[in-house]
């Protein structure tokens, strides 16, 4: 099992998840983050963390973020990040803002 980064944190990077990850999992984009399925050792930290609730375990994945599976898939391409920066909150961002 791995966990996954759905849409919900595109434009809402909050890293307060990445902060926690115990294996550095997290990789760091420019809108949104992944979690590398090869690192990730299904410790499930980083889900309360996430104040948009974009991440899901693989197998509890709705069926409408099917595709961040692969997405997540390409994280190692990105370089990784392990601990909290200021969130993004941009345009496309509809969880809480920050303040």
Request: proline content about 11%; hydrophobic content about 35%; some cysteine.
């Amino acid at each position: 099992m791995t966990y996954v980064v759905t849409e919900l944190c595109v434009d809402c990077k909050y890293t307060d998840c990445a902060a926690v990850c115990p294996v550095e999992a997290f990789h760091d984009l420019p809108d949104r983050l992944y979690i590398n399925p090869d690192t990730c050792i299904d410790c499930d930290a980083c889900v309360p963390e996430c104040p948009v609730e974009a991440i899901f375990a693989d197998t509890t994945l709705p069926e409408h973020f099917q595709e961040w599976l692969a997405l997540n898939a390409e994280a190692e391409n990105y370089p990784t990040i392990t601990g909290k920066v200021p969130a993004l909150h941009g345009p496309g961002c509809s969880g809480p803002p920050e303040g």
